[in-house]
Nanobody, 113 residues
Protein backbone atom coordinates (compact mmCIF):
# COMPACT_ATOMS: atom_id res chain seq x y z
CA UNK A 1 0.00 0.00 0.00
CA UNK A 2 1.31 3.41 -0.98
CA UNK A 3 1.99 5.73 1.94
CA UNK A 4 2.89 9.40 2.10
CA UNK A 5 4.47 10.88 5.22
CA UNK A 6 4.78 14.63 5.70
CA UNK A 7 7.09 16.44 8.08
CA UNK A 8 8.52 19.88 8.68
CA UNK A 9 5.55 21.79 10.04
CA UNK A 10 5.73 23.99 13.09
CA UNK A 11 5.24 27.44 14.57
CA UNK A 12 6.90 30.39 12.87
CA UNK A 13 6.59 34.16 13.00
CA UNK A 14 5.18 36.11 10.09
CA UNK A 15 7.88 36.66 7.49
CA UNK A 16 9.62 33.45 8.39
CA UNK A 17 10.20 30.24 6.43
CA UNK A 18 9.47 26.55 6.70
CA UNK A 19 10.25 23.61 4.43
CA UNK A 20 7.82 20.72 4.33
CA UNK A 21 8.81 17.25 3.18
CA UNK A 22 6.69 14.40 1.84
CA UNK A 23 8.24 10.97 1.48
CA UNK A 24 6.45 8.28 -0.50
CA UNK A 25 6.72 4.53 -0.22
CA UNK A 26 5.75 3.85 -3.85
CA UNK A 27 8.50 2.21 -5.90
CA UNK A 28 7.54 4.18 -9.01
CA UNK A 29 7.06 7.48 -7.14
CA UNK A 30 8.87 9.40 -9.83
CA UNK A 31 6.23 8.90 -12.52
CA UNK A 32 3.43 10.57 -10.58
CA UNK A 33 2.19 14.12 -10.35
CA UNK A 34 2.43 15.21 -6.71
CA UNK A 35 0.49 17.97 -4.98
CA UNK A 36 0.42 19.94 -1.75
CA UNK A 37 -2.91 20.99 -0.26
CA UNK A 38 -3.81 22.89 2.88
CA UNK A 39 -6.86 23.20 5.07
CA UNK A 40 -7.38 26.05 7.47
CA UNK A 41 -9.90 25.82 10.33
CA UNK A 42 -13.43 26.22 9.04
CA UNK A 43 -12.32 26.30 5.41
CA UNK A 44 -12.25 23.85 2.53
CA UNK A 45 -9.08 22.05 1.61
CA UNK A 46 -7.33 23.92 -1.22
CA UNK A 47 -4.61 23.10 -3.73
CA UNK A 48 -1.39 24.96 -2.96
CA UNK A 49 1.05 23.61 -5.53
CA UNK A 50 1.63 20.73 -7.90
CA UNK A 51 4.60 19.24 -9.72
CA UNK A 52 4.80 16.79 -12.61
CA UNK A 53 7.26 13.96 -12.93
CA UNK A 54 9.33 16.17 -15.21
CA UNK A 55 9.38 19.06 -12.79
CA UNK A 56 6.74 21.40 -14.24
CA UNK A 57 5.01 23.30 -11.46
CA UNK A 58 1.83 25.20 -10.75
CA UNK A 59 0.79 27.32 -7.77
CA UNK A 60 -2.24 28.87 -6.19
CA UNK A 61 -2.28 32.62 -6.75
CA UNK A 62 -2.10 33.19 -3.00
CA UNK A 63 1.34 31.56 -2.73
CA UNK A 64 2.98 32.46 -6.05
CA UNK A 65 6.38 34.00 -5.53
CA UNK A 66 6.55 32.81 -1.91
CA UNK A 67 6.28 29.00 -2.08
CA UNK A 68 8.35 26.60 -4.17
CA UNK A 69 7.52 22.95 -4.83
CA UNK A 70 10.32 20.59 -5.81
CA UNK A 71 11.06 16.88 -5.92
CA UNK A 72 13.81 14.31 -5.93
CA UNK A 73 12.50 11.15 -7.56
CA UNK A 74 15.50 9.11 -6.48
CA UNK A 75 14.58 9.88 -2.87
CA UNK A 76 10.81 9.53 -3.35
CA UNK A 77 10.51 12.99 -1.85
CA UNK A 78 8.59 16.17 -2.60
CA UNK A 79 9.25 19.43 -0.76
CA UNK A 80 7.37 22.65 -0.25
CA UNK A 81 9.61 25.59 0.58
CA UNK A 82 7.51 28.32 2.15
CA UNK A 83 8.98 31.81 2.47
CA UNK A 84 7.54 35.14 3.60
CA UNK A 85 4.89 33.30 5.58
CA UNK A 86 1.72 35.11 6.59
CA UNK A 87 -0.79 34.36 9.35
CA UNK A 88 -3.28 33.38 6.65
CA UNK A 89 -0.95 30.54 5.65
CA UNK A 90 -1.82 28.83 8.94
CA UNK A 91 -3.30 25.43 8.09
CA UNK A 92 -2.73 21.71 8.06
CA UNK A 93 -0.69 20.91 4.97
CA UNK A 94 -1.21 17.64 3.13
CA UNK A 95 0.75 15.85 0.47
CA UNK A 96 -1.30 14.07 -2.20
CA UNK A 97 -0.68 11.57 -4.98
CA UNK A 98 -3.73 12.47 -7.08
CA UNK A 99 -3.69 9.60 -9.57
CA UNK A 100 -4.15 7.08 -6.76
CA UNK A 101 -6.04 9.50 -4.49
CA UNK A 102 -3.52 8.90 -1.71
CA UNK A 103 -3.15 11.51 1.06
CA UNK A 104 -0.59 11.93 3.78
CA UNK A 105 -1.55 12.45 7.40
CA UNK A 106 -0.89 16.19 7.32
CA UNK A 107 1.47 18.52 9.14
CA UNK A 108 0.43 21.64 11.04
CA UNK A 109 1.83 25.01 10.04
CA UNK A 110 1.09 27.94 12.34
CA UNK A 111 2.19 31.48 11.50
CA UNK A 112 1.99 34.02 14.30
CA UNK A 113 1.59 37.73 13.67
Amino acid sequence: QVQLVESGGGLVQAGGSLKLSCVGSELFFGIYVMEWYRQAPGKQRELVAGITSGGSTNYADSVKGRFTISRDNAKNTVWLQMNSLKPEDTAVYYCKLPLLNIWGQGTQVTVSS
